[in-house]
């Protein structure tokens, strides 16, 4: 089955600067890279996908990179601010979504 | 975008009881939702598949019996645990699939369960 991994499991930035987030999956059928942003006690909000058959998609200050022959993908968070602050995980589907374990983002200001 | 009800968004049971979950997808058809758990600072935990009209696929590990699952229509899928212990305390998540695009994933928010 399909494996996804997330690095760092803790990033700290100052407001301001940018963040990256990177991931890796295993099954190169996968399709769709979906990207969410849990805050404490709720349920994780979609924040961005990307389909396999594009290499790059941005939603203002959000951006999502991936390179199917390595089989990686990153997101790339620009101008962080406080708000930005919150654990976010990637995922990596075809019929089943895996999702990462989890990046805790703290974006001091 | 896409919303995704789950009630109650807090319970607390006696041991030995069970509780109902239900996620509701509110402006969306959804074929297909998942059931997850999540512990403290860890990720999601894929505990199940619910179709709409069949049975649920359940996770290695994850009792059938013990967490029930039912998904009678297009937007309400139920988790049911049944004689609730304080080892099923968790924080319990659903996520519907979009059945237009039968890709994107939406998620309630999620029911901390403390078994007392």
């Known amino acids: 089955g399909e494996n996804v991994e997330q690095h760092p499991s803790t990033l700290s930035v100052q407001e301001g600067d940018s963040a990256v987030i990177k991931c890796t999956y295993s099954?190169?059928?996968?399709?769709?890279f979906p990207w969410y942003k849990q805050e404490l006690g709720k349920g994780p909000q979609l924040i961005i996908d990307?389909?396999?058959?594009?290499g790059e998609k941005k939603d203002q200050r959000i951006a999502v990179t991936l390179n199917k022959t390595a089989k990686h993908f990153s997101l790339h968070i620009t101008e962080t601010q406080p708000e930005d602050s919150a654990v976010y995980f990637c995922a990596a589907s075809l019929y089943d979504m895996r999702f990462g374990a989890g990046t805790r983002l703290t974006v001091k200001p | 975008g896409a919303v995704v009800s789950q009630h109650p968004s807090r319970v607390i049971c006696k041991s030995g009881t069970s509780v109902k979950i239900e996620c509701r997808s509110l402006?969306?058809?959804?074929?297909?939702m998942f059931w997850y758990r999540q512990f403290p600072k860890k990720s999601l935990m894929l505990m199940a598949t619910?179709?709409?009209?069949?049975?649920?696929?359940?996770e290695q590990g994850v009792e059938k019996d013990k967490f029930l699952i039912n998904h009678a229509s297009l937007t309400l899928s139920t988790l049911t645990v049944t004689s609730a212990h304080p080892e099923d305390s968790s924080f319990y998540i659903c996520?519907?699939?979009?059945?237009?695009?039968?890709?994107?994933?939406?998620f309630g928010s999620g029911t901390q369960l403390s078994v007392l």
């Open positions: 099954d190169s059928a996968s399709n769709y």
């Open positions: 402006d969306f058809q959804a074929t297909t």
């Open positions: 996520s519907a699939r979009d059945s237009a695009t039968n890709e994107k994933l939406f």
């Open positions: 619910s179709n709409e009209g069949s049975k649920a696929t359940y």
């Open positions: 990307i389909r396999s058959n594009v």
